[in-house]
DNA sequence: GTAGGGTTAG
């Protein structure tokens, strides 16, 4: 009878009663017949069985038999919308079956039919899913960052007057940190106490991560500090928010206020958890503290926690990113061995990872293994990076660049805007202008806009090909249509710099000045054209205007002051003393040395000095 | 439900 019935030759109305008391039994028939040949239950039947399941409350078992219609029978997700409407009993189903549906459409990310689902129940049938339904849907917006669908379906379901419950107004403050709107969040938290719901540690988490992540860590700690007296003492913090305030002081680097927040969390009994060294290790390494890093790890083995991928992954990029290819491999290995898998973010640091240390070769054999695995994204962010790196490793690889993006092209993928981008700053680069207007022209032609980034590039490029005149002509353009910034101003006052042009330069710097248009990248070019054109104490005065306009200046303006001083302390112009006293002054003013240079420059001066005297 | 890892164009 139960094979009859999966074909539907038997009135379902009447299996209906014989199944509902067993839903084991059905599952177990259904699972033994699954495995004949030529078995296709009809849609029928299927909607019955899930009407069975939800009633049993076995809604993982529905959520599979929907899967099942809905990836591999082929049905649409309207189809089975009508399939369970048609064998909707109200002895038996219930209303949540619908809910169960559209929850079987957002796991596997397809909001659009979710949204159709839902506003077909509501148009056709008169029927209202439930708010948890609602709440289930807006969350998939948030995650998958689909913010503005978010607002525009809240606001959709506040209209058909449902009743906004906890989960909800957490939703809303969640989509509101995200968008880093922390004081809207802020007095969401108050109008939800005004019309009676009680904000959770969710809340308070999410309210404190958005200030984290902003870099308001003292607004973290006050809200953390105030989740007793603001909830009445129904509130306490959890791991979680420990973690967002941890996490939040590791990526200001200051390392010592994440520990002493571990210790702080640990006293209150509350055990730090794999998130919590993830973070902390990760916050180390960033600083480049590896021994740090690498204590913290041995302490979590230590306490019974295994580092994961995370934990691989964040190591591997940090050791690749500061050039350390050899124990990154290391790692790579272990990884492998102790069979902790790749994800995602492994398969990118590997391959930007291999790019950015001149392991171009391997990195493009790596992405086409990951291209026959069907392992890529179709974001295009594993081949942009590969042309970036491709082109600036020398005019020998333009064929290989060609290479990536033929087999992009034979994939069905055009290139983006980010493609464009590279390939015209490196084309520029290389200071081949020729090759990088072929590109713009492509683009032009395929019906891509150029944007402020692309136009920064070709201003970039003219200047440093010796072409400042054009740049300026087009900087004008681009002036009379609002399309410029600080970026296209710093590359036309460096090429007015590199043709020694002291009227231009003043000129541009100070329309700069006027305008607010002045950064970091400013100040550096001006100290570099000062010690060429001047003197390094002329530098050094455009470094004090920096420091009296509140522009810090980093290890590049080391860079630049030391290396020129030391230039001219080759040719007698400048004491190998004073280099020293320069390198002591910028430290005082807690300018970060560049590891580079001193190690180059300053390491080997000291090292003479004291030679001398001892 | 909220927390951790990567990033490509000036």
């Known amino acids: 009878m139960f094979l009859k019935f999966l074909r539907s030759n038997i009135s379902a109305r009447s299996v209906h009663f014989e199944f509902r008391m067993s839903p084991?039994?059905?599952?177990?028939?259904?699972?033994?017949?699954?495995?004949?040949?030529?078995?296709?239950?009809?849609l029928e039947s299927v909607c019955i069985l899930i009407h069975v399941m939800i009633r049993s409350r076995r809604y993982d078992d529905a959520l599979v038999f929907m899967n099942n219609l809905l990836q591999t029978m082929g049905y649409s997700h309207l189809d089975v919308l009508e399939g369970l409407w048609d064998s909707y009993n109200p002895e038996i189903s219930c209303p949540h079956v619908f809910d169960t549906l559209i929850r079987a459409c957002t796991s596997f990310g397809d909001m659009n039919s979710a949204h159709e689902v839902i506003i077909n129940l509501r148009m056709e049938k008169g029927f209202h899913v439930s708010v948890h339904a609602w709440n289930n849907f807006l969350n998939h917006l948030i995650t998958?960052?689909?913010l503005n669908s978010f607002w525009k379906k809240y606001t959709e379901m506040i209209s058909c007057g449902y009743t906004e419950n906890i989960y909800t107004y957490n939703l809303v403050v969640y989509a509101l940190c995200k968008e880093m709107r922390l004081y809207e969040a802020i007095s969401m938290f108050y109008r939800m106490l005004k019309v009676g719901i009680h904000p959770n540690v969710v809340t308070f988490?999410?309210?404190?991560?958005?200030?984290?992540?902003?870099?308001?860590?003292?607004?973290?700690l006050k809200l953390y500090r105030k989740m007793g007296i603001m909830s009445m003492e129904y509130i306490s913090p959890n791991s979680i928010t420990f973690n967002c305030l941890i996490n939040g002081y590791s990526k200001l680097g200051n390392m010592k206020s994440a520990e002493s927040l571990k210790d702080e969390m640990t006293k209150m009994g509350i055990k730090p958890n794999l998130i919590t060294y993830a973070t902390l290790v990760n916050g180390y390494l960033r600083k480049g503290c590896k021994?740090?890093?690498?204590?913290?790890?041995?302490?979590?083995?230590?306490?019974?926690?295994?580092?994961?991928?995370?934990?691989?992954?964040?190591?591997?990029?940090?050791l690749f990113f500061e050039g350390d290819t050899t124990t990154a491999s290391a790692f790579l290995s272990y990884m492998i061995k102790t069979n902790i898998l790749f994800d995602k973010f492994t398969n990118s640091i590997l391959v930007t990872g291999l790019s950015r240390n001149g392991y171009l070769n391997e990195a493009l054999d790596y992405h086409k293994w990951l291209v026959g695995k069907n392992l890529v994204d179709k974001d295009l962010f594993l081949e942009n990076?590969?042309?970036?790196?491709?082109?600036?490793?020398?005019?020998?690889?333009?064929?290989?660049?060609?290479?990536?993006?033929?087999?992009?092209?034979?994939r069905g993928l055009s290139l983006d805007s980010v493609t464009y981008g590279s390939m015209i700053d490196g084309f520029s680069k290389q200071g081949s202008i020729s090759n990088a207007i072929r590109v713009y022209d492509d683009m032009i032609k395929e019906g891509k806009k150029p944007n402020l980034v692309i136009y920064n590039s070709i201003v970039d490029g003219l200047c440093k090909n010796l072409s400042v005149d054009l740049a300026k002509i087009m900087v004008d353009e681009l002036k009379k249509l609002g399309l410029f910034d600080v970026v296209t101003l710093n590359s036309l006052l460096n090429g007015f710099c590199a043709n020694w042009n002291i009227n231009e330069v003043l000129n541009l710097f100070f329309q700069m000045q006027e305008g607010n248009l002045v950064n970091e990248v400013t100040y550096n070019i001006l100290v570099n054209f000062f010690c060429k054109i001047g003197s390094i104490q002329e530098g050094r005065e455009i470094m004090e205007m920096m420091v009296a306009n509140e522009v810090a200046p980093n290890s590049i303006t080391y860079t630049i002051l030391v290396t020129n001083a030391f230039k001219k302390s080759k040719v007698g112009c400048y004491s190998r003393e004073k280099v020293i006293e320069l390198h002591d002054d910028l430290m005082v003013k807690g300018v970060k040395p560049d590891g580079q240079t001193y190690d180059k420059i300053v390491g080997p001066l000291i090292g003479e000095e004291s030679f001398e005297i001892s």
């Open 205 to 220: 988490n999410m309210i404190i991560n958005g200030a984290c992540k902003i870099s308001d860590i003292e607004l973290g």
């Open 385 to 410: 990076t590969l042309v970036h790196y491709l082109l600036r490793s020398g005019n020998e690889s333009t064929l290989k660049v060609k290479q990536v993006l033929d087999d992009m092209i034979a």
């Open 291 to 318: 021994k740090d890093a690498f204590r913290l790890c041995s302490h979590m083995v230590d306490k019974g926690i295994a580092p994961n991928n995370v934990v691989y992954n964040s190591i591997i990029h940090w």
């Open 24 to 42: 084991e039994l059905v599952l177990g028939f259904y699972k033994r017949v699954g495995l004949q040949t030529n078995f296709s239950p009809s």
């Open 144 to 146: 998958s960052n689909e």
